[in-house]
């Protein structure tokens, strides 16, 4: 168990394996979640996804461009195991 210590202006500063073992790095933020018997939970805060970062994940890679036809094919191909 790491024992922290806090500052006169309320503050805790985390050492560095307790940040490693949480999966933070240097900027990055913590969600704490208030349990009700006076604990809480720490945990990475992750952001949520978007569909901007999603569709613009492989923008810029290929010059090939498919119809909407063409993508359910491919898509309709893929569930059935054939590509």
Not at 51 to 56: E, M, V, W
């Amino acid at each position: 168990m790491a024992v922290l210590t806090v500052t006169a202006r309320g503050q805790v500063t985390f050492r560095k394996d307790i940040l490693l073992h949480l999966g933070i790095k240097p900027g990055e933020r913590i969600e704490v979640d208030l349990l009700p018997d006076g604990r809480a939970s720490l945990k990475a805060a992750r952001p949520g996804a978007s569909i901007d970062g999603f569709l613009g994940l492989l923008a810029g890679k290929t010059t090939v461009v498919a119809t909407i036809d063409e993508i359910g094919e491919a898509a309709a191909k893929g569930w059935a195991g054939e590509e």
